[in-house]
Nanobody, 118 residues
């Protein structure tokens, strides 16, 4: 049974930082591409960042480049999202996902709320 459990969300002032974690079980974590998405009220879910299995290949949405950093610890089956210089527009529910290869199923966590006050 696949489980992805996010944590680390909360309320922070603009300019502050948060680190999200996503602990995975039931998958071969080290060979899965891991992603962070977010969904703000009334908006579509958007891809924020992804990290390939080896950890050396990362991609970011333009809106978070230079502020967010995705990383993974394959020994702990955990992916992280370090968020710095947070803005009110970063307010959303953040979800992590895992996918094996291009054609594998994408699994999702339950999400963690991030609220950035101005």
């Amino acid at each position: 049974q696949v489980q992805l459990v996010e944590s680390g969300g909360g309320l922070v002032q603009a300019g502050g930082s948060l680190r999200l974690s996503c602990a995975a079980s039931g998958i071969s974590f080290s060979i899965n591409t891991m992603r962070w998405y977010r969904q703000a009220p009334g908006k579509q879910r958007e891809l924020v960042a992804q990290i390939k299995p080896g950890g050396s290949s990362t991609d970011y949405a333009d809106s978070v480049k230079g502020r967010f950093t995705i990383s993974r610890d394959n020994t702990k089956n955990t992916v992280y999202l370090q968020m710095n210089s947070l803005k009110p527009e970063d307010t959303a529910v953040y979800y992590c996902s895992s996918r094996l290869g291009i054609y594998g199923n994408e699994y999702w966590g339950q999400g963690t709320q991030v609220t950035v006050s101005s």
